[in-house]
């Protein structure tokens, strides 16, 4: 779950971008942009990539969170 989070919640916000760009009027662009530019840093250029690194770190935290509460909880009864 702590590595699949992030990846559907990056994905969900640059489709729902792409999308909202599409109506005219509306301009998304600068948000996009944005978005894609800090998952390009991440991700050496690629923003796939970046996403893949944020869901690496964040299932790697909430692997050390479940560990962590696996012993305290253990020693506690």
Do not use: H
């Not at 590595?3 to 729902?16: E, S």
């Not at 998304?28 to 998952?39: G, M």
């Amino acid at each position: 779950m702590s590595f699949l989070a992030p990846m559907v919640i990056c994905g969900l916000l640059l489709t729902l971008c792409a999308a909202v760009g599409i109506f005219p009027g509306v301009t998304v662009e600068l948000l996009t942009d944005a978005f894609s530019n800090i998952l390009k840093v991440f991700g050496n250029g690629r923003i796939w990539e970046g996403v893949l690194v944020i869901a690496i770190a964040c299932g790697f935290v909430g692997g050390m969170f479940e560990t962590f509460n696996f012993y305290y909880y253990q020693n506690m009864n």
